[in-house]
């Protein structure tokens, strides 16, 4: 049974209990205030009985009211009052309790139980009767005979038997209460199926379209109740889901695209070597400079090769959290300057002018000694390779923060673009996808860098400008604020 069936169900189980209930209580309650079950039928008649006489019996009730004023001796005469109206008018003549004239003959004694008594001033004179399971609506003038005794005419009109009001009512009772149902049960419909029937139903599209692998939809929510929680994390666990495919989508795409570049990138100082190797071997080198010089190529281009194995092979131990840190506390500032000096070596015979600027004091950090040495080297030798000036020249600068120092690595290369930024560390990308021989790279230098930067709880952004030059940042914690935040996780 689907839940909109359920709950049709349960209204019009519930439905037809209150009215069954609202009844019962009806009945009881007016048996409790007036002690009398009669209550309920004298509200029937009051309510729904009281017709008005027609024309004819209202003209006859004149003519009579008329005689009583004037000759009310003349009511005494039984001809006369005949004259009056004819057998279907009920007419009746009191005179001091005394029935003088009835066109009903058949019932005089109950008539003279039913009917009301004398009233001189004639404010009440109309109103509802009821005889034997019959209700009679009637008009009333109470005179004084000459002989000065009370006497009153009516003239009476049966509305309907008991049974007739029940019957005539319970149609219109029932139907104005099945419409009341079926307003109830519509509106109660309409809004469960707004609040809860609409959004399952939403979920359920939602779930069928995750099954079969569509993920491009979006679950709106509106509402805050149970049901608006499940959907919103519904929503999310689709959303989780989609970046997660994403994910997988880039990883398989990064893999394929890892795969051949590797291949390309291993192909081509393996096919110059083979070259080489072929040339000695045919005797193309047959002189000593010759030999020399292939002998070199070949060292250089397995050299290169041995390079991109170190690279890709650092990059999947570090990928797969698989390589040891070894962290300690470095003097920074020395650290650098060491390593500037060692390093200027080499640049400065490529005519790359590197500076480096610092408080010329010593600063602490926890760092792993080999592996910042990985992370400069990286940036340097970006640095070195976008460059595109005549005068090329990196800084390195040191800023000290209140718990970590952020190393700055600057150059004046090609810089940057805007939309390159956000991915320059992810792995295998390159902002630059022809892969020539002189700027090549596996894309793995930054991911490398960061996968390191991270590892030692520090952080590495970058910003640039096209054609001017780029800047790469990373930061490393300070070594008191270590030792004070591992003080403090002791004490904790
Ligand atoms: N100093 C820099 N100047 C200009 N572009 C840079 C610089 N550093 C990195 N990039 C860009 O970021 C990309 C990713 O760098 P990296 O991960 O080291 O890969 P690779 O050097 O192998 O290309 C580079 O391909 C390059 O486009
Ligand atoms: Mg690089």
Not at 9 to 17: F, G, H, P, T
Not at 196 to 217: Q, V
């Amino acid at each position: 049974m689907s839940i909109k069936t359920r709950f049709l169900l349960s209204y019009v189980a519930v439905i037809i209990i209150a009215i069954t209930l609202l009844i019962a209580a009806g009945f009881l309650f007016s048996f409790a205030i007036t002690g009398d079950v009669k209550a309920i039928e004298h509200f029937y008649k009051k309510s729904y009985v009281q017709k008005p006489l027609t024309t004819v019996e209202e003209s006859a009730f004149l003519d009579l009211k008329v005689l009583a004023k004037n000759s009310p001796q003349q009511l005494l005469d039984i001809e006369q009052l005949q004259k009056i109206g004819d057998s279907s008018i009920g007419i009746v003549v009191r005179k001091d309790h005394q029935l003088i004239y009835t066109s009903h003959s058949n019932h005089e004694q109950m008539l003279l139980n039913s009917l009301p008594g004398f009233e001189a001033t004639n404010i009440n004179t109309r109103d509802t009767i009821m005889m034997e399971n019959s209700f009679y609506t009637y008009v009333k003038f109470d005179f004084y005979f000459p002989d000065d005794t009370e006497g009153s005419i009516f003239v009476l009109k049966q509305v309907s038997s008991h049974a007739e009001v029940i019957r005539e009512l319970l149609p219109i009772l029932l139907g104005i209460l099945f419409l009341f149902f079926m307003m109830i049960i519509g509106l109660l419909n309409y809004l469960v199926s707004r609040s809860i029937i609409k959004p399952i139903s939403t979920l359920k599209e939602g779930a069928k379209r995750i099954k079969s692998g569509d993920l491009n939809f979006a679950i709106n929510v509106h509402s805050n109740d149970e049901i608006g929680q499940l959907n919103r994390s519904f929503e999310e666990m689709r959303i989780k889901l989609k970046d997660s495919v994403q994910l997988q989508l880039q990883y398989e795409e990064n893999r394929k695209e890892l795969l051949s570049n590797i291949s390309h990138d291993l192909k081509t100082p393996i096919t110059s070597i083979i070259g080489y190797v072929e040339g000695i071997k045919d005797g193309v080198a047959n002189t000593e400079e010759k030999m020399d010089k292939y002998l070199t190529t070949i060292y250089t281009k397995a050299k290169d090769l041995d390079l991109l194995i170190d690279e890709l092979f650092l990059f999947s131990k570090l990928d797969l959290k698989k390589l040891p840190f070894n962290v300690e506390t470095i003097d920074l500032h020395q650290y650098i300057r060491d390593y500037v000096e060692e390093a200027s070596f080499d640049l400065v015979s490529r005519e790359i002018h590197v500076q480096y600027t610092s408080f010329n004091k010593p600063l602490y950090v926890m760092a792993d000694r080999d592996k910042l040495r990985r992370v400069l080297a990286n940036l340097l030798s970006n640095s070195e390779k976008y460059m595109d000036k005549q005068e090329k020249q990196i800084t390195i600068s040191l800023l000290e923060k209140s718990d970590e120092v952020v190393i700055q690595v600057m150059d004046n290369g090609i810089g940057i673009d805007p939309n390159a930024l956000p991915l320059i560390f992810d792995r295998f990308y390159r902002a630059e996808p022809s892969r020539n021989s002189q700027t090549g790279g596996s894309g793995l230098g930054l991911a490398i860098a960061k996968q390191i930067v991270l590892e030692m709880d520090g952080d590495i952004w970058v910003t640039s400008e096209l054609s001017k030059g780029t800047s790469i940042f990373f930061s490393l914690k300070k070594a008191e604020e270590k030792v004070r935040n591992s003080e403090k996780n002791i004490t904790n």
